[in-house]
């Protein structure tokens, strides 16, 4: 048989010398160079826990659930307690099936007979339970970076359900920002805070990735005000069942200044119009008329009739400059 030749570091907690060894001899039947931690009672690996450093370097932990000062459901509980992040299978000599439920129920990775063992059952169970661990500890790692991403996001989050609207969690930032405690959140759907032109989009399977992903949506508040959303959506799965989280970017104050701006815009645009269109009018015939004042030929009563239309345009001319300086007015610079 080939050996195994990695370096596994295995804690056997079993007060029974024989077993021990036949375990002891299990092990060596199937990897190169085991390192066996050998403990008598539930004290003593405790001991060990506390004080040594190499506790922590343990791949898995072997238990016989018969110890002298510690059995059964509490001795797994505080076995448990003590290494958490640690793959433990129970090793018994009784095959209660009902206890084999229980103790796997209580967080065991495996449950083996000690009648039943083998070589190579031992070290099947061991490999398992040591990968089965190791995805584990990814997949908490991993919720863990969603969640700190989630809850810790300046903007806007939750998680809804694509099947039922649901909604299923939200961050900090969504319950400061529309204004729900989070019990009344998950109390909602998400329907409840989509304006009518938004549920459409939210409840059509149709729509391509890309729609769905992105779009703007009004939603509203606690209070009711309306909110213009820029939304960033993906599927996940979340608890067990598909979803969608929403990154819920609001836009509102951004398009009122945008508004704001493209009405100034206009208006500039009008003045620039009038200054190049409607003042050359009253202008070229205040020119016309200094132009024939200007000659020694005019009458008297020409000159009158002449200064009544410089008169004329001049207050054509000051109407517009008037209206120029009113528009202005409105214009933030």
Known sequence: MIKDNRVYKIAVIEDNIGDF????????ETVISPVIYHFNCYKDFLSFSEKESKFNEIDVILLDLSLPDKNGEVLIKDVLKISPNKPVIALTGFSDICFAVKTLSLGVYDYLIKDDLTATILYKSIIYNIERNKNLIQLKETEQRYFDLFELSPQPMFVYSSESLNILDVNQAAIEHYGYSRNEFLELKVENITSLECNNDLKINSLTKEVRNAFICKHK???GRVLTIDVRSNEIEYKNQKAIVILANDITENLRHTEAIERQNQILKEITWTQSHVVRAPLARLMGLVEILSTEKNSESEKKEILGYLLKSAQDL????TDIVN???FVEL
């Not at 060894?21 to 060596?28: G, N, P």
């Not at 000051?318 to 400059?321: L, N, S």
């Open 21 to 28: 060894i036949l375990l002891q001899e299990y092990l060596e």
């Open 221 to 223: 508040t606690k209070n």
């Open 318 to 321: 000051d109407e517009i400059i």
């Open 327 to 329: 528009k202005s007015k």
